[in-house]
């Protein structure tokens, strides 16, 4: 629901889309050749088109059972149950402290007492809610995320002994993995990866999509990467420059076709959303192609 609206013919509300058009204005900065500049200012108009009611929505996250996914995953179920526990600086409740969306504000303008107006960044437009979201993914580890939670070591005991019964029975579905692409030290968790080949293994993410979506009922599937730090990868002509010749690489199993660049793959068919989310994510070309395609 948008609790703020605007007033102007450069903006309409419908019952499934709010359209607006927006001047963006900047300036473009010549230098000549004795040390002046000359700025021309310039605008570009814009048309932009927003959902205006919030889809059902699910979450998969490369690499759920890290600190990452475990992490978000206990931050949901905090807030949803709306959690409290103690620590030794005493007494918490959870909360969203921290997120532009939830907690954030805006300016809106003055009022008529000429007083500066801020409103919930989360009323300006319709938001999904955290804690209506359903989340599942893959990792390379089957260790459930209760355990994957006191690996990470981030939530206070106290909280994760009322969150365990709620994440022992969330395991992660089988993943990519391909040695040649992290750190040795990854190997001893591995026990959790899909067989097949590199085609093989793709198609099993996109069942898994579909899966995902029809059983939790959802109109819309978010993916986004929080795994592991990978080596880089090659961007070549003929490779994986383009979708199609990324998806004839992959039918033939070359080398350089990280695990990384398998996720934003299994959402092309049905423009599913991807994101490489955390810090330590993949920051290749690759990525940016995919997630465009």
């Given at each position: 629901m948008v609790l703020i609206k605007v007033n102007s013919s450069k903006v309409t509300y419908g019952e499934d889309i709010i359209r607006s058009e927006y001047s963006y204005e900047s300036s473009q900065v010549q230098e000549g050749p004795d040390g002046s500049f000359t700025v021309t200012p310039y605008n570009v108009e814009m048309k932009v088109k927003t959902?205006?009611?919030?889809?059902?929505?699910?979450?998969?996250?490369?690499?759920?059972?890290?600190?990452?996914?475990?992490?978000?995953?206990?931050?949901?179920?905090?807030?949803?149950?709306?959690?409290?526990?103690?620590?030794?600086?005493?007494?918490?409740?959870?909360?969203?402290?921290?997120?532009?969306?939830?907690?954030?504000?805006?300016?809106?303008?003055?009022?008529?007492?000429?007083?500066?107006?801020?409103?919930?960044?989360?009323?300006?437009?319709?938001?999904?809610?955290?804690?209506?979201?359903?989340?599942?993914?893959?990792?390379?580890?089957?260790?459930?995320?209760?355990?994957?939670?006191?690996?990470?070591?981030?939530?206070?005991?106290?909280?994760?002994?009322?969150?365990?019964?709620?994440?022992?029975?969330?395991?992660?579905?089988?993943?990519?993995?391909?040695?040649?692409?992290?750190?040795?030290?990854?190997?001893?968790?591995?026990?959790?990866?899909?067989?097949?080949?590199?085609?093989?293994?793709?198609?099993?993410?996109?069942?898994?999509?579909?899966?995902?979506?029809?059983?939790?009922?959802?109109?819309?599937?978010?993916?986004?990467w929080v795994g592991n730090t990978e080596r880089f990868a090659e961007l070549a002509k003929g490779l994986n420059d383009t979708w199609a010749n990324l998806e004839m690489a992959i039918k033939a199993g070359a080398h350089e076709i990280s695990p990384s660049t398998f996720a934003p793959s299994s959402t092309v068919p049905r423009r599913t959303p991807w994101s490489p989310a955390c810090w330590n994510s993949p920051r290749r070309k690759r990525s940016s192609l995919l997630a465009t395609t």
């Open positions: 959902g205006a009611k919030v889809p059902k929505t699910g979450l998969m996250f490369v690499g759920w059972g890290g600190n990452n996914g475990t992490t978000f995953t206990g931050m949901c179920l905090a807030n949803k149950n709306k959690l409290s526990w103690e620590s030794k600086r005493g007494h918490h409740t959870a909360d969203f402290l921290g997120s532009v969306s939830q907690i954030g504000t805006f300016p809106l303008g003055l009022n008529a007492a000429g007083e500066e107006v801020f409103v919930p960044v989360r009323h300006l437009l319709p938001l999904l809610d955290p804690t209506s979201m359903e989340i599942d993914g893959w990792d390379i580890s089957s260790m459930n995320l209760a355990d994957g939670m006191k690996r990470a070591g981030v939530f206070e005991w106290s909280l994760q002994e009322q969150l365990r019964p709620m994440m022992a029975s969330l395991v992660p579905r089988k993943a990519v993995f391909f040695q040649d692409f992290v750190a040795a030290n990854q190997a001893d968790r591995v026990d959790n990866v899909i067989p097949g080949t590199k085609w093989e293994q793709l198609e099993q993410l996109r069942r898994d999509i579909r899966d995902f979506k029809a059983k939790k009922s959802l109109e819309k599937v978010i993916i986004m």
